[in-house]
Structure formats: C-alpha cells, structure tokens
C-alpha cells in the first residue's frame, strides 16, 4: 500500500478531475485561497477549453490502473470530481482507485433538475431509451445531449433532428435527416423558445445535466407546451457529494 502523506506544512495534494464550470469556479477559489497544492485534470474532448486557474492536465489516465499510477506518483491526498453528470467512465475510475488506496473523493455534483407544473416530461435512463420514446411517427426533434452518444439516435431514422453541440461529432455519427448546430450557452429563455419556433420542433431530448446554464430550454419547452424526454445521470451512490462550493471545501477539510 503506498503511502499518501501531505507535503511540507501539510497542505493537501488535490487532484481536480474538471471539465465544468462548476469545476472552473472552484479551481479559482482552491487557487485564490492558497492553502493547497492542486492540479486540474481535463479529458481532452474539447480542443479550445476555457483556462482554469489552477495548473492543468489533458488527456486520460489510461483506465482504473492508470489512475491509481498518477495518484501515487503525485502523492495526491484528495480528489475531487467535478466532471460532467454524464462523464460515466472516469466517474467510475475515481471511485474505484480512491477506494483501493482509502483516498477521499469528493463529487461536486450540480443539483439535478426536476419536473414542476407544466413540464412534460418523459424520463428515461439511456440515450437508447430516449430514441425509442420518441415513438415511430415521424417528429421534428430538438437533440441538445452533446456529441457523445448521438449515435444512438441512428437507431430512429425517420425523425428529423437539430443537434446542438459546441463541437460537431463525426459525421458517420448522425442520423440521417440531421441538422447540427454549434452553440455554446448559457442561452435565454426567449432565445430558445424563438429557436423551437422558427425549427417547428415537436420534441426535446435532454440529458438532466442540472444547472442554470443550459435550463433555459427547459423553460421553453414548457412555455410552447412541448414534450421533454429528460435522460437521467447515471448514479453517483456511495460517494460523497456536495452541490456547492462551500460544502466541497467543508468535505475536503474534514
């Protein structure tokens, strides 16, 4: 078992797994309060990311194995999870080398959005799932789940799909009536119900990402009365979670 000792003045050594702004905002106060030595990691998905105010990593670590490698040779005492809801794999390569070295790990997740008066949604759990809920009549669909995974809707060819991303996928990846859009948000409310307009969109496909900077279509699907098929987050249980910054720092200081 290697040993994971604080450095000199016992500062600890934290490992950011970033790739948010929630990630963004607590690298700047991890930075601006100086009080640990810390490095971002970021997958790499995105070739222009936004600067982090901490020291910064791309790229994988090469699985569960490789992971744990860099935690030792960085003698890294904690880590912190503040990746996308739905970035599975390295969520679960966390866990699982923070678990065989008895390392805290602490998930910043955002708070998951939920259905109030007026939402129509259809909850399901899987990209697949959400292409079969959009049923075998032909429907103009708004696709706002990212590049990763939009495969999937290949699967529902007779639809007619708008895909916004903020970089496109390959283009073997989409269905075959698809426009793409690259967009980054935050976006209005206005501006999304002007969007779902001027498409003629019939149906909106979201991943339930939480957070303020993309729930404006939410709003606007329930303004026009719009169908959501809302894929949930794959389960993060047994881990710590904490869903702002404060607590984060409370977890990591206990």
Not at 32 to 54: F, H, K, N, V
Not at 116 to 121: E, K, S
Not at 236 to 254: E, N, T, Y
Request: glycine content about 8%; proline content about 7%.
């Amino acid at each position: 078992m290697p040993r994971f000792a604080r450095n000199d003045g016992g500062r600890r050594r934290i490992l950011l797994l970033a790739g948010t702004s929630e990630a963004r905002a607590l690298a700047e106060r991890i930075a601006a309060e100086a009080r640990d030595d810390a490095i971002a990691s970021l997958a790499g998905r995105t070739s222009a990311p936004i600067a982090l105010a901490l020291p910064t990593r791309v790229g994988g670590f090469g699985g569960v194995e490789g992971l744990k490698r860099y935690l030792v040779d960085e003698r890294i005492t904690h880590v912190v999870d503040a990746t996308h809801p739905f970035a599975a794999q390295i969520s679960a390569n966390a866990q699982a080398a923070c678990a065989s070295f008895g390392l805290p790990l602490v998930v910043y997740a955002r708070e998951p959005w939920r259905p109030i008066a007026g939402d129509r949604w259809i909850e399901v759990d899987s990209n697949a799932a959400a292409a079969q809920a959009l049923g075998a009549a032909p429907r103009r669909v708004f696709l706002t789940i990212g590049r990763q995974g939009v495969a999937d809707f290949r699967a529902a060819p007779q639809h007619a799909y708008l895909l916004r991303v903020i970089e496109p996928p390959e283009t073997s990846d989409l269905p075959p009536k698809c426009a793409v859009m690259s967009a980054r948000g935050p976006f209005t409310r206005a501006d999304e119900i002007a969007l779902m307009r001027e498409k003629r969109i019939d149906v909106v496909v979201s991943k339930n990402s939480g957070g303020a900077l993309t729930y404006a279509k939410i709003e606007a699907a329930r303004a026009l009365g719009l169908p959501l098929v809302m894929i949930q987050p794959p389960s993060r249980a047994g881990a710590a979670i904490a869903h702002s910054i404060d607590a984060v720092m409370a977890l990591l200081a206990s």
